[in-house]
């Protein structure tokens, strides 16, 4: 018995560690004309703000990993918590709303010796604290440059305001309604929430905890904007940088409602519509959509699944 549980175990980990490969070739297969319109595309872009881009693509993940490290009292190994975070950013596109990426950073924690609830709220304050911080460089983004933002062309209609406050209204009046009158979600839920809160005061009682938390937060927006600029400079897109920094940060605010693999699709769109009413030519628009698409997605993918089936066999996942 004992051999075959450890021939089971084996077999169990080779599959994890061959499933982000499987998943890989299959994403390809289905996406495969996306892939190759793009690389098409970039071939005649500027090659050094596409090294420019590939810069700020590198650093989203250093920025995850600040994020994640200050959400934990505890200290992670920074070699392997950028690893885990760059072999979760190739996670994060498998399944919607970012599960995939907190999955991977779940079994991280839980190997490092964090209990799953002091674990979970890890994750919990990690996703509270990534719009609180985007939501503040929007703000600067509005003070700082209030005549190059084009703030009337991007606010939605007053009949579209309408029906997302209804839809967050009927949302939170559900979520109320679930944890006032199912009992076995009341207690985990309350106990989950105390341990955040108490983590959340350890956190910010240090401040190089803090700094990492909020400064890694805010950066990561601002990184993944930087790497839309860096395309959209390499064709020769007709908007200044703060432009386009912004058109990322409400498109990426906007698409992050609709739960989306690595928010593709409804992103899209949405930075496409943003860089167009911005004043830029819908096919450039389209073409730096793909090209940041290739960049953040498709160029660190491969790495990704590779880095995330040997953390897999290291058992360090």
């Known amino acids: 018995m004992p051999a ?6 084996r077999r169990l980990r080779l599959s994890l560690t061959l499933l982000p490969l499987v998943l890989l070739g299959v994403w390809a297969a289905v996406d495969w004309r996306t892939v190759h319109g793009g690389a098409v595309r970039l071939a005649s872009a500027d090659p050094r703000w596409l090294l420019a881009g590939v810069f700020f693509t590198a650093l989203c993940s250093v920025a995850s990993a600040c994020v994640r ?18 072999a979760a950013g190739a996670a994060g596109h498998a399944l919607p709303g970012n599960i995939g990426a907190h999955a991977v950073v779940l079994r991280f924690l839980r190997r490092r010796g964090i209990p799953l609830a002091r ?4 994750l ?38 309408a029906l997302v406050g209804a839809i967050t209204g009927v949302s939170l009046a559900a979520v109320v309604t679930l944890i006032t009158t199912v009992r076995p979600l009341r207690r985990p839920l309350i106990g989950g929430l105390r341990s955040a809160l108490t983590d959340t005061r350890i956190v910010h009682s240090r401040p190089v905890r803090a700094l990492a938390l909020w400064g890694g937060a805010a950066a990561f927006p601002l990184c993944q904007g930087a790497v839309v600029a860096s395309v959209g400079s390499s064709l020769g897109l007709p908007l200044s940088w703060p432009q386009m920094l912004f058109a990322y940060l409400v498109a990426s605010t906007a698409a992050g409602a609709v739960p989306a693999p690595g928010g593709l699709g409804p992103m899209d769109a949405a930075l496409v519509f943003t860089l167009v009413a911005f004043g830029a030519p819908a096919t450039l628009a389209t ?22 089936s040997a953390l897999v066999r290291a058992k360090v996942l």
């Not at 075959?4 to 175990?9: D, I, K």
């Not at 674990?119 to 890890?122: E, I």
């Not at 919990?124 to 509005?142: D, G």
Request: hydrophobic share 50%; charged share 10%.
């Open 124 to 161: 919990a304050l990690y996703s509270a604290v990534k719009p609180v911080a985007k939501t503040l460089v929007i703000v600067a983004f509005v003070v700082a440059f209030p005549g190059t933002l084009r703030l009337t062309e991007l606010l939605p209609k007053g009949e579209t305001l």
């Open 4 to 9: 075959r549980t450890a021939a089971n175990g």
């Open 119 to 122: 674990a979970t709220s890890s």
């Open 69 to 86: 490290q200050g959400a934990v009292p505890e200290r992670l190994p920074p070699g392997q918590l950028l690893a885990t975070q760059f």
């Open 287 to 308: 073409t730096t959509v793909i090209g940041y698409r290739v960049l953040t997605v498709w160029l660190p993918l491969l790495p990704g699944t590779l880095v995330l």
